[in-house]
C-alpha cells in the first residue's frame, strides 16, 4: 500500500510540474522585478531658493514613493489598515492618539505616470467634510500626543502649488488645520508653493510648515554631516519665509535609521514616516502615517479616523 501511495506522489508531482513551470523555474539568484514606479515631478531647469544663489537647480528630483495600488481598488485594500483600540470612541477621561494622514497633490488631472499620489479636490473636500460632521478635530504636526477625543493630523507633502491653488481654498471652508512639509530647495520653483503663498498659507493659521529636508535625499545615505546640513539648511529656509520656527520633519521616503533618528532630534520635536503600522509608545522620531491617495471615498477615508 506504501509503495502505491509513493507512486502516486511522484505522479502528481509530475503532473503539477508540467501544467506549472514556474513551481520548478525559481531560482534564489532571479532580480526581482522594479516595482518602485518612482516618477519625476520636477524639471530641470528649475532655480533654487536658498536665501542667496539664483543658479538653477540641474539636479533631477526624483521621489520614491513606493508602489501604489490601482486607485480602482483602493477601497477594497482598506481591509490591510491595521486598527487599535486608539481609534475607537474614548470612554470619558480615556486619552488616545490621533491618527496621522499623508497626502501629496490635490488635482483633477494627473501630471504623471504616479496617478495615485493626485488626490481630486472633490474627494478631499468630501474627506473634509466627514471630520466636520463627526466633529473630529484636526492637530497640527507638533501637536502629536495624547487627546480626550478623536483627532487626526493631516499632512501634505513636497510643497506643490496645488496645495496652494486646490487644498488651501478647502481648509479655509472647513477650518481645518493641516501641515506642508515643504522640500526647501523647491520653494519659488515652477509647480511648488512660493514664498508669498507660503507666507499667506502661514498667516491664515490654518496651515504650518516642515520640513522634507533641503532636496529630498535619502537620508540614510548621507554622512551624519550631511543629514545635519539637510536638516539645518531647510529648517532654516522655510522659517525665514514664514517667520516661524520649524519643529517638525517628514522623512524623504521615509528613510531613516538609529543615526537619522539621533540626529533629528537635535532639530525637531516629532519626525515622521511613510510606515503604516500604528503603535502606541513608539518614539517620537519613527511616528506612523497613513497614504491617501487618489480613488478615496469618503467611506474610505472614514475607515481610517472613525
Known sequence: MKKVISILVIIVTVVALGFYPSLGDRSESAEPADTSGSISLARADEPVFDGESTEADTTEYVPTFGEYPDPATFDDLLVRVKKTEATEPAEPGEEYYPTVLMYHCVHDEPYTQNTALFVRPSELEAHLQALCERNIDTLFADEFGP????????????????????????????????????????????????????REMSDSGLVQFGSHTLDHPSLISLSEEGIRQQFEGSSWLISQVTGKPVTTIAYPSGDYNETVMEIAREYYTFAYTTDDDYYFGQDNMMLPRYAIMRGCTQAGFLTFVD
Not at 163 to 188: E, H, S
Open 147 to 198: 487627546v480626550s477625543k478623536n483627532s487626526v493630523i493631516l499632512t501634505f507633502d513636497d510643497g506643490y502649488e496645488d496645495n496652494y491653488t486646490y487644498m488651501f481654498p478647502l481648509i479655509k471652508k472647513y477650518n481645518i488645520k493641516v501641515t506642508v512639509y515643504m522640500i526647501a530647495y523647491k520653494i519659488d520653483s515652477p509647480g511648488y508653493l512660493s514664498k508669498e503663498q507660503i
